[in-house]
């Protein structure tokens, strides 16, 4: 294969720029949307390893038997429970959490938001250990009443209004908010701090996006004295987490204990799920490009037969025609690789920004070298594979009935 070949096969291509377009076109789409896909997929996998790593050592008490993380709000404890639990070996913290789904005023804008009531010391030391860390102010103090911790999403605005666009506000310690109980009443609260992001809302984690107020406010409001939603647990060592939590069905014969590794588990699978059959439509889309090139080269053939003919006539051996086809045909699918491959990521990050407005915390897309050897690699096979034929039937031409003139 020498320059001369080379310099041919551009020039064909560039004589016919709208087909050529086209034809890579579909390349482009196909290794677009599996980049894009990938490394999405990629970045959800990293972000569920690091939440991993980071709470294998919580166990969650569920009202129930059979219940989820997906069911929290629905059903409740009894507060009592929390006691009986602390004095199991190796547990080192618990967060009881009342949960109510509600309505949240600021300035006159009204946000759905997830209202956590808690017990301001245990949480405080519970989050210590988990985190986020407090972006803002301080934690509510023991006692208080009507204080309330802010989520990041909340405090700083990431929601997204009704008509579109995110609110953008900011809400700072010593201001306040309203929050509505059941009955529409509204119940106003002094802002004591809010957390940093967490970026585990895409979990069930909720944290971004609740507002925190006193346990026992709540449970007033609601009418709900001694009742709580779940009961997160942090062991002090992960060997034991398997331990404690049969210490609790023990002792709870009637709720349910997952480890909080579980419940991000249930989702990496889902999420697995949901990636290859993306990947699989992906990989149709794909092979619609491919045919799209062999048609091209196919239809090339046919336009250009008096041409091949004359370059077979001239002494050009079967060998020139053949590494001719098969150049332009590789050079559609790199080309259409290269573009493809740099509109996927950029794709991947137009997406993610898309559904953060309305599910904050998403993990940022991820690419590695992994997904640029994918990448190449299946777009050097498909222009192979989608030229080998075309160009076959191109050297295979005979000059004489090639040099006639074809109405």
């Given at each position: 294969?020498?320059r001369e070949?080379?310099?041919?096969?551009?020039?064909?291509l560039?004589?016919?720029?709208?087909?050529?377009?086209f034809?890579?076109?579909?390349?482009?789409?196909?290794?677009?949307?599996?980049?894009?896909?990938?490394?999405?997929?990629?970045g959800?996998?990293?972000?569920i390893?690091?939440?991993?790593?980071?709470?294998?050592?919580?166990?969650?008490?569920?009202p129930?038997?059979g219940?989820?993380?997906?069911?929290?709000?629905?059903?409740?404890?009894?507060?009592?429970?929390?006691?009986?639990?602390?004095?199991?070996?190796?547990?080192?913290?618990?967060?009881?959490?009342?949960?109510?789904f509600?309505?949240?005023?600021y300035?006159?804008?009204?946000?759905?938001?997830t209202?956590?009531?808690?017990?301001?010391?245990?949480s405080?030391?519970?989050?210590?250990?988990?985190?986020?860390?407090?972006?803002?102010?301080?934690?509510?103090?023991?006692?208080?009443?009507?204080?309330?911790?802010?989520?990041?999403?909340?405090?700083?605005?990431?929601?997204?209004?009704?008509?579109?666009?995110t609110?953008?506000?900011?809400?700072?310690?010593?201001?306040?908010?309203k929050?509505y109980?059941?009955?529409?009443?509204?119940?106003e609260?002094?802002?004591s701090?809010?957390?940093?992001?967490?970026g585990?809302?895409?979990i069930?984690?909720?944290i971004?996006?609740?507002?925190?107020?006193?346990?026992?406010t709540?449970?007033?409001?609601?009418?709900?004295?001694?009742?709580?939603?779940?009961?997160?647990?942090w062991?002090?060592?992960?060997a034991?987490?398997?331990?404690?939590?049969?210490?609790?069905?023990?002792?709870l014969?009637?709720?349910?204990v997952?480890?909080?590794?579980?419940?991000?588990?249930?989702?990496?699978?889902?999420?697995?799920?949901?990636?290859?059959?993306l990947?699989?439509?992906?990989?149709?889309?794909l092979?619609v490009?491919?045919?799209?090139?062999?048609?091209?080269?196919?239809?090339s053939?046919?336009?250009?037969?008096?041409?091949?003919?004359?370059?077979?006539?001239?002494g050009?051996k079967?060998?020139?025609?053949?590494e001719m086809i098969?150049?332009?045909?590789?050079?559609?699918t790199?080309?259409?690789?290269?573009?493809?491959?740099?509109?996927?990521i950029v794709?991947a990050?137009?997406?993610?920004?898309i559904?953060?407005?309305?599910t904050?915390?998403l993990?940022?897309?991820?690419?590695?070298?992994?997904?640029?050897?994918?990448?190449?690699?299946v777009?050097?096979i498909?222009?192979?594979l989608?030229?080998?034929?075309?160009?076959?039937?191109a050297?295979?031409?005979?000059?004489?009935?090639?040099?006639?003139?074809?109405?």
């Amino acid at each position: 294969m020498d320059r001369e070949t080379l310099k041919i096969a551009l020039r064909n291509l560039h004589r016919r720029k709208v087909r050529t377009f086209f034809t890579m076109l579909g390349i482009i789409i196909a290794i677009a949307s599996i980049t894009a896909l990938v490394a999405i997929a990629e970045g959800f996998q990293l972000s569920i390893a690091r939440t991993l790593q980071s709470t294998s050592n919580v166990v969650i008490v569920l009202p129930g038997m059979g219940a989820s993380i997906w069911t929290i709000g629905t059903s409740t404890l009894n507060q009592s429970v929390v006691e009986e639990i602390t004095k199991l070996n190796h547990v080192e913290a618990v967060n009881p959490t009342l949960v109510k789904f509600t309505v949240m005023e600021y300035r006159g804008w009204e946000v759905p938001v997830t209202v956590m009531g808690i017990v301001p010391r245990e949480s405080q030391k519970f989050y210590a250990l988990t985190g986020p860390p407090l972006q803002r102010g301080q934690f509510m103090p023991q006692g208080s009443r009507f204080k309330a911790l802010l989520g990041y999403s909340i405090a700083n605005g990431r929601i997204q209004k009704e008509n579109g666009g995110t609110l953008n506000w900011q809400i700072l310690p010593g201001q306040t908010i309203k929050i509505y109980d059941s009955n529409g009443r509204p119940w106003e609260f002094k802002v004591s701090g809010s957390f940093q992001e967490s970026g585990q809302s895409f979990i069930g984690g909720f944290i971004d996006t609740s507002v925190f107020v006193p346990l026992g406010t709540l449970q007033r409001i609601y009418n709900e004295p001694g009742k709580i939603s779940f009961v997160e647990v942090w062991v002090d060592d992960v060997a034991f987490v398997n331990q404690v939590k049969n210490e609790i069905e023990r002792l709870l014969p009637t709720a349910t204990v997952i480890t909080e590794r579980q419940g991000i588990e249930v989702v990496f699978q889902i999420e697995t799920m949901l990636n290859n059959l993306l990947l699989g439509i992906g990989s149709i889309a794909l092979f619609v490009g491919a045919l799209g090139v062999v048609n091209t080269l196919l239809t090339s053939v046919m336009e250009r037969t008096r041409e091949i003919g004359t370059y077979r006539a001239l002494g050009a051996k079967k060998r020139f025609i053949l590494e001719m086809i098969l150049l332009e045909g590789m050079m559609l699918t790199v080309i259409g690789g290269i573009i493809g491959f740099a509109s996927g990521i950029v794709m991947a990050d137009v997406v993610v920004e898309i559904l953060r407005a309305k599910t904050p915390g998403l993990p940022s897309p991820v690419v590695d070298l992994r997904v640029v050897a994918i990448a190449f690699g299946v777009t050097l096979i498909i222009g192979l594979l989608a030229s080998v034929y075309p160009a076959r039937k191109a050297a295979g031409l005979r000059p004489a009935e090639a040099i006639r003139d074809i109405e």
